[in-house]
């Protein structure tokens, strides 16, 4: 008669022990799915931050192509100075580098424009693009030496 009942005892259903185990695995990979998530969700936000430095950069360079090419100076600026609210950078500022071009007969400038923001977890984040902008066709010098 024990043999009939240890028999039965055993396939029963699930022990405490068993049911343990399969709530860890389910448990562990929740957390993880959970994790990833969070992870996912703050790289994209990262992503979207550095896409609005990359737009407010090019329309920084775009503006200055269409500034008169003697009033192109280096300066520090605010963001939300410049373009409102709209650039979703927190802490943003501007910083604008302008140094003449070594040979002075090709009338250039280099240009070199830096935003730097908080990023997550208080993190200093910054972009830079850096270019040459030379005066409109009708800025230019017409008395250059032959």
């Not at 799915?33 to 950069?57: C, P």
């Amino acid at each position: 008669m024990e043999s009939r009942l240890t028999i039965r005892r055993n396939t029963a259903g699930f022990s405490l022990i068993e049911m343990m185990a399969a709530l860890f695995v389910l448990g562990t990979g929740l957390f993880g799915t959970v994790q990833m998530y969070q992870f996912a969700t703050a790289k994209v936000h990262a992503m979207r931050q550095s896409q609005a430095a990359a737009w407010v950069l090019e329309e920084t360079i775009e503006n200055l192509r269409a500034t008169p090419f003697d009033e192109i100076q280096s300066r520090e600026e605010s963001l939300e100075d410049v373009f409102g609210e709209h650039h979703r950078l927190p802490g943003a500022g501007l910083s604008l580098e302008v140094a003449a071009h070594p040979d002075p007969e090709l009338q250039l400038k280099e240009v070199a424009a830096t935003v730097r923001w908080r990023g997550e977890n208080g993190r200093r984040m910054k972009k830079s693009l850096t270019t040459f902008i030379g005066p409109a066709s009708s800025d230019r010098r017409t008395d250059i030496d032959e």
